[in-house]
């Protein structure tokens, strides 16, 4: 009897539904992979069009698939969009003149020292990036009760500086500046 009772559990396994997210574990394959096997027909599955949860996969159709030793032509799948750096708007294109009278009337009715939430508001930076300048040395602070203190004259050799202005992946708020600021 107990060879009848192992195929009972094999069945009711293989009648299992699975996410997309449980396959692509099982597969070791990544989400996009996985999305791509289930949209190429490679692996049967219900799409339900939400946007969670969105493949119900049978179970017994990946294991049909990883028995099937089937060689997938990955070569179609989309290649993922890399953002493209505007050299328009790095340092050595910038009217270095504009961009200073345009941060010191930004910074005219500022605190002479500012906080880091200040610095991520004038640049549209995340307050880790701000973070990440500090601890860096770009933007030389003090600390005060448990915050950092960045006086205002050092904040505007950052922004006038070769390293805050040939960031790769720039806020949107530092790019609209930038381009503003080109001669």
Known sequence: MIPNEEIVLEESAAEEIITKEQ????LHISKRRAKFLLDNGYIPCVDTGKKTRRYQIKMSDVLNFIDSNVEVDYSTLPSVPIKKVNKNIMYDNLDHKKAKV??????SDRNPVLSTGDIC???????????RWIKKGVIKTFFIANSYAIP?????K?????DYNDIEQKSKLHE??????IK
């Open 176 to 181: 609209k500046t930038n381009l503003q600021l």
């Open 152 to 156: 205002k004259e050092q904040f505007m």
């Open 23 to 26: 396959l692509y574990k099982i």
């Open 102 to 107: 345009h941060y010191e009337n930004l910074l």
């Open 121 to 131: 508001q004038i640049t549209g930076y995340t307050n880790e990036s701000v973070r």
């Open 158 to 162: 950052f922004l006038l500086s070769r």
